[in-house]
């Protein structure tokens, strides 16, 4: 019981900080068409610039001027960059947005070295919030779940509720129309790139102190995002939701069952001193999801709740 609680508790925050990371993405997919292969280098951006603000103003307001920085320079990206790619197609997109990523990863290694840096935890959080089963809980991952809750609930009620919503979703599917209407097309698109590159920065605010923050945590978490995406399904943020959620759910239960495939088919005759007998479900977790992935594009290629095929 004690394995499950826990279990559920760190599945739920993890899905829900990848649910940060690929909302910013399938926004920006269902909007532009645009598969940002750097999505995840704005998430390492928003760890650096909360890193370097937060040693002058603190880290409450680097949780709020870290995104915003993020979200600046997507601006600029979509505007400068993107915006004069997106005439040659798709395929110098996800080469543009491609090489893109591997140009920040150097510039981040220029700026703050090749080496973690010691983005903690601030001290009003890093005590335990309570005990659950003779365990000290931390009071940070409770912020992290109530930061990614509250960033849910406030998109949710951005795209459904408000007029701005009503004027992304009409440019996503009547881009000329809202244009004859008045509006400025482009410069919602570039809006809409901002808002979602933002949201991975808050993702890397709040989480480069639980995991890591160093160079190649872009290229460790980018491709699980990757996989959120086109589980759930291509521009679908519902499908995002239960994608991250699932995923998170199954990598934590994965990493919590030490038990080795020897243990588990005994009764096959399985043996514990060959190669396949000593794996054990922890060792398998990192690749589940990719597993997950194969399958979905296997048996529904549009993923869980998306309208559009491979």
């Known amino acids: 019981m004690e394995t499950v609680v826990f279990a559920l508790l760190n599945g739920l925050i993890y899905g829900l900080l990848l649910f940060m990371l690929s909302s910013g993405l399938t926004l920006i997919f269902s ?3 645009v598969l940002n292969m750097a999505h995840a280098s704005f998430y390492m951006l928003g760890a650096y610039f909360a890193f370097t603000l937060g040693q002058h103003t603190g880290f409450w307001f680097a949780l709020f001027l870290a995104p915003i920085c993020v979200g600046a320079a997507g ?39 090749k080496f973690a840096v010691a ?32 960033m849910l609930a406030g998109l949710w009620y951005l795209l459904k509720r408000t007029r701005i919503g009503l004027i992304i979703q009409a440019s996503l ?7 004859h209407l008045g509006h400025n097309v482009p410069r919602i698109f570039m809006l809409v790139f901002a808002a979602g590159c933002a949201l991975a920065g ?41 994608a991250s959620l699932l995923i998170g759910f199954l990598q934590t239960f994965a990493i919590s069952i030490d038990a080795s ?21 922890a060792s398998l977790a990192p690749m589940l ?10 048996l529904r290629p549009r993923g869980l709740m998306g309208e559009r095929e491979f």
């Open 75 to 113: 601006a600029c990206v979509e505007k400068w960059g993107l915006r004069k790619v997106h005439a040659s197609g798709h395929v110098a997109e996800l080469l543009f947005t491609f090489g893109l990523a591997y140009v920040i990863e150097e510039l981040v290694k220029i700026i703050w070295g």
């Open 202 to 242: 808050l993702a890397g605010v709040i989480g480069g102190n639980y995991l890591v923050t160093e160079p190649s945590m872009a290229f460790s978490i980018g491709p699980i995002v990757f996989v959120v995406v086109v589980v759930g399904g291509m521009g679908s943020l519902e499908g995002a939701f239960i």
């Open 261 to 281: 495939f020897a243990e588990i088919f005994s009764f096959a005759g399985l043996s514990a001193d060959g190669d396949v007998g000593r794996i054990t479900i």
């Open 289 to 298: 999801p990719f597993i997950l992935l194969v399958l979905m594009l296997m």
């Open 173 to 179: 599917t009547h881009p000329h129309m809202v244009s």
């Open 31 to 33: 909007m532009m068409g």
């Open 119 to 150: 983005y903690e935890i601030p001290p009003e959080l890093n005590f335990s919030l309570f005990e659950l089963f003779g365990s000290q809980y931390p009071a940070y991952r409770i912020f992290m779940l109530a930061v990614s809750i509250g």
